[in-house]
């Protein structure tokens, strides 16, 4: 069974045909049994495919063993939570792309940029950048399917960043950094109807070991100085009202009075 880094794994992203539809997206399909990677030996591209019924004898002489690696992979999924609340989500990123005829030297390129996760639940917004030459050179989108269609005649490198929803991040290394984006880059790839490539990463909620969050009191303003008030003029006032969201990104720490 395949074995999968602990944090989210962005580097060498390799191109693979279509093995993924789109348009049914399945966030139980396991991407290493479409494999595509060079070998480490000749470095002669290859791909990799499944022994079912060797798979059926190693199951059978070690159920234990993959009873545990079928909950590891559930948790890979997103299908189940893990140890320390930790999540598994796979990202498709890739292009379609049709060819245009035109005249000899006026061939364009109708391609389609996409970011496909397996929990779009958790996303809040995807942010792409495109070549300068496009308008707007960025685009925002909020809502699933995230994708960017355009019309053009050469590659580029499109850097996208995946944005989640409060209080999901994205844990980065294996010393459990987490942030709320992640950077994926793309490079368009014009070969017959495109291509695409597969991330597996992991969330974790935050909050939930942290315990209650604890939110600000209000400060009774000061007495007004008539001596003060032309420089009182001088300063920006304060909102009273912040919003619920203002709120819970604002901790407060009260010391607990010492026993007598």
Known sequence: MAQWADTSTTNQIEASSWDVELEDFDPNYDPSYDLEANCPMCRTHTAASPDHALATQLE???PATYAE????????????IGQNGVEGIMILIGNKHRLVRGSEDANQHDWTFFVRTSRPDLVEEVRVELHPTFRPPRVVLRRAPYEVRRLGWGFFTLEAEIILKAPYTWIVDNSGTTQRGLELTWTLNFTDRGRQGRVRAKVKKLGEERGRRLRTRAVPAPAPDDEDEEEDDDYESIDDDLSQDEEEDISEFVETPRRR
Request: charged share 60%; hydrophobic share 15%.
């Open 60 to 62: 059978q002489k070690y």
């Open 69 to 80: 690696r079928r909950v590891e992979e559930e948790v890979d999924r997103g299908s189940r």
